[in-house]
């Protein structure tokens, strides 16, 4: 099966750089993904790394490490508008083909 | 602009009624998601489809859950009957996976606004 950590919570100031770590424990996929998630909205695709190392796309990066089983969503430059929820998720080779996702980090940028 | 739609935003019903959740994925997009939401379990994965046939519903109780694509412009699910316990925000993705052995098109999917069920 599969397994993704992610911290519940993180706060940070507006303008700063933030990490939100994603650990997993799954017998292999295709890619890791990550998602964010406004109060009351749906899920919006930020990113997706099928390869180790690190993806940029305007201030938000995702870095994939398979040989450590981790990965992470950066982000920059800190907005308001950046607090939500933000989750990653897996593509499974085997068993199982659907998007697993975590449980989700809930961002909060203070003034 | 693209985007997908689901009817009803909200829901609230009584206890052993039948709820009807419906959704127009993306036109030209082929694979359809319903996904369920709760603070205690997350985002669960119900079902999914891929040019209409059903590929997993696993994540479903069987006993209440149907889900159907009629159409490719439709998406439907079903509770009957409705629990308590079935209370949650129902989601619709869907994604264009046109060449299944780009696994990058599984990752990318676009949600729907979603259904909040209410079962009393």
């Known amino acids: 099966g599969q397994s993704l950590e992610q911290p519940s919570e993180v706060t940070a100031v507006e303008g700063a750089i933030v990490q939100i770590n994603c650990t997993y424990q799954?017998?292999?996929?295709?890619?890791l993904s990550w998602y964010q998630q406004h109060d009351g909205g749906a899920p919006t695709f930020l990113s997706y790394?099928?390869?180790?190392g690190l993806e940029e796309t305007g201030r938000f990066s995702s870095f994939l490490s398979r040989s450590d089983s981790y990965g992470y969503l950066l982000l920059q430059e800190l907005q308001m508008k950046d607090s939500a929820s933000y989750f990653c998720a897996v593509y499974p080779d085997t068993g199982r083909r659907a998007l697993t996702f975590g449980s989700g980090t809930r961002l909060q940028v203070q003034p | 602009d693209a985007r997908v739609t689901q009817t009803p935003r909200h829901k609230v019903t009584e206890m052993g009624q039948e709820v009807t959740m419906r959704c127009q994925p993306i036109l030209g997009h082929n694979t359809v998601f319903w996904y369920r939401q709760t603070m205690m379990q997350g985002l669960e994965l119900l079902a999914y489809?891929?040019?209409?046939?059903?590929?997993?519903d696993s994540g479903m109780p069987k006993d209440r859950f149907s889900a159907e694509m009629p159409d490719a412009t439709l998406a439907t699910l079903k509770i009957q009957p409705s629990e308590p316990r079935d209370s949650a925000v129902y989601f619709c993705a869907s994604a264009l996976t046109t060449q299944p052995r780009i696994r990058a098109h599984y990752n990318e999917q676009f949600f729907g606004p979603g259904t909040r069920l209410t079962v009393l």
């Open positions: 790394n099928a390869l180790d």
């Open positions: 489809f891929r040019n209409r046939a059903p590929l997993d």
């Open positions: 799954t017998s292999g996929f295709y890619g």
